[in-house]
């Protein structure tokens, strides 16, 4: 071969290999299935979104551990296409998660909803390392203490090995490794979680974001995840790329907003959420990210329309990728309702049918086509 043709044929391999690698996932190393995800999330997007729910297979509202129902499939007749689970505890060792799904159980639920095509997501509400209290204490100092040199760091590392050790038992009925999106210190731009906003800087939450990544992926050799950045509610582009630890520790970036809380009326979260997945979308054409809403929800859906009239309607000249509901805990009080998404007779039913018979909404059967670890 000349030269000139050698050159040639290693310029055409270069430039291959550059526009490929930017449709893979961050982990080189990533298993088939798990690109396959990430490329078909990628090529979905631009279809419609797909929808999740947090917990979903295993309680609702008013029943707990009855096989094969879900408060979705009881409205619609169909399964989310997404499925969330909550790993916090198993850093512990304990049985079940801090929501009292035991991990066998859960395991099973994941088993399931692989075999149906659908997609695994999982969130971590770890406890503090340093004080041994729940995720919801902030003290001070405390991502600092897990990072390598801290005094908790080699107690952090025993908690990952019991996260790497729960994925790496996620197996499908071919014993290949069940992908995850897996989105550790969510909301990290609020104060409440003890790796959130003030209680660290932001260079400290980026270098656990890394040192996370590198262990799970490098030590544990974990290669069926997916890394999802995800903050709550932001005021602007660059608020929300404060503790972002850079493209290549990345896959999805998403955000969670809640209306019910602290934005009451439609009008304004309407708003609120227009505008924050705006920005989110520039941000993920910008860097090359898949943008998905890793949380939402209105807390009791009051509102009989809403998802059609409010959360549709503002969805739908976007381009996310997924949507998750968070967790139907159902009445925790008498008469404090905290769920997310409807039951059988729910106020909201109806609608959420009309929802789900939209062109642009995506649950289990559409997903299942989709034959998205192909
Ligand atoms: C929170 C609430 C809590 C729950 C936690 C982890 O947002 O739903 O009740 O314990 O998530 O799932």
Same mark, same amino acid.
């Given at each position: 071969?000349?030269?000139?043709?050698?050159?040639?044929?290693l310029?055409?391999?270069?430039?291959?290999?550059?526009s490929f690698?930017?449709?893979?996932?961050?982990?080189?190393?990533?298993?088939?299935?798990?690109?396959?995800?990430? *490329?078909?999330?990628?090529r979905?997007?631009?279809?419609g979104?797909?929808?999740?729910?947090q917990?979903?297979?295993?309680?609702?509202?008013?029943?707990?551990?009855?096989?094969?129902?879900?408060d979705?499939?009881?409205?619609?007749?169909?399964?989310?296409?997404?499925?969330?689970w909550?790993?916090?505890?198993?850093?512990?060792d304990?049985p079940m998660?801090?929501?009292?799904?035991?991990?066998d159980?859960?395991?099973k639920?994941?088993?399931?909803?692989?075999?149906?095509?659908?997609?695994?997501?999982?969130?971590?509400h770890?406890?503090?390392?340093?004080? %041994?209290?729940?995720?919801?204490?902030?003290?001070?100092?405390?991502?600092?203490?897990?990072?390598?040199? %801290?005094?908790?760091?080699?107690?952090?590392?025993?908690?990952?090995?019991?996260?790497?050790?729960?994925?790496?038992?996620?197996?499908?009925?071919?014993?290949?490794?069940?992908?995850?999106?897996?989105?550790?210190?969510?909301?990290?731009?609020?104060?409440?979680?003890?790796?959130? %906003?003030?209680?660290?800087?932001?260079?400290?939450?980026?270098?656990?974001?890394?040192?996370?990544e590198?262990?799970?992926?490098?030590?544990?050799?974990?290669?069926?995840?997916?890394?999802?950045?995800?903050?709550?509610?932001?005021?602007?582009?660059?608020?929300y790329?404060?503790?972002?630890?850079?493209?290549?520790?990345?896959?999805?970036?998403?955000?969670?907003i809640?209306?019910?809380?602290?934005?009451?009326?439609?009008?304004?979260?309407?708003?609120?959420?227009?505008?924050?997945?705006?920005?989110?979308?520039?941000?993920?054409?910008?860097?090359?990210?898949?943008?998905?809403?890793?949380?939402?929800?209105?807390?009791?859906?009051?509102?009989s329309l809403?998802?059609?009239?409010v959360f549709l309607?503002?969805?739908?000249?976007?381009?996310?990728?997924?949507?998750?509901?968070?967790?139907?805990?159902?009445?925790?009080?008498?008469?404090?309702?905290?769920?997310?998404v409807p039951?059988?007779?729910?106020?909201?039913?109806?609608?959420?049918?009309?929802?789900?018979?939209?062109?642009?909404?995506?649950? *289990?059967?559409?997903?299942?086509?989709?034959?998205?670890?192909?």
């Open positions: 071969m000349s030269q000139k043709k050698t050159v040639g044929l310029l055409l391999v270069a430039v291959a290999n550059c690698s930017q449709n893979l996932p961050v982990d080189k190393k990533a298993t088939t299935q798990t690109i396959h995800l990430y *490329q078909n999330l990628k979905l997007s631009g279809k979104f797909l929808f999740g729910h917990d979903d297979l295993a309680y609702g509202v008013g029943w707990k551990y009855i096989p094969e129902k879900s979705i499939k009881d409205v619609t007749g169909d399964y989310p296409a997404i499925y969330g909550e790993l916090g505890r198993i850093e512990l304990h998660n801090l929501d009292s799904v035991p991990f159980a859960m395991k639920f994941i088993g399931e909803g692989y075999a149906r095509g659908g997609i695994i997501t999982i969130s971590w770890l406890n503090n390392p340093l004080t %041994g209290k729940t995720a919801w204490d902030p003290a001070p100092g405390t991502v600092a203490s897990i990072l390598p040199g %801290g005094e908790k760091h080699d107690l952090y590392k025993t908690w990952l090995d019991r996260i790497a050790a729960f994925i790496l038992s996620l197996k499908g009925k071919n014993g290949e490794l069940i992908p995850v999106i897996f989105r550790p210190f969510h909301e990290l731009n609020g104060n409440w979680f003890w790796w959130g %906003g003030k209680n660290c800087t932001s260079e400290e939450i980026k270098k656990l974001y890394r040192f996370t590198t262990y799970l992926r490098d030590e544990k050799n974990v290669h069926n995840l997916l890394y999802a950045f995800n903050t709550d509610r932001f005021a602007s582009k660059q608020i790329l404060e503790r972002y630890p850079g493209d290549e520790w990345v896959d999805i970036i998403g955000f969670d809640y209306q019910g809380n602290n934005i009451l009326r439609n009008e304004d979260f309407m708003k609120e959420f227009d505008r924050t997945l705006t920005d989110l979308e520039e941000i993920a054409t910008e860097k090359n990210k898949i943008p998905a809403l890793t949380e939402f929800g209105f807390v009791g859906l009051p509102d809403w998802w059609t009239k309607k503002t969805l739908q000249p976007h381009h996310i990728a997924y949507v998750l509901g968070w967790r139907n805990a159902g009445y925790t009080t008498p008469g404090h309702a905290d769920f997310y039951y059988k007779g729910q106020a909201s039913a109806k609608d959420f049918v009309d929802f789900y018979n939209a062109d642009n909404t995506i649950f *289990q059967k559409d997903i299942a086509k989709e034959k998205i670890y192909e």
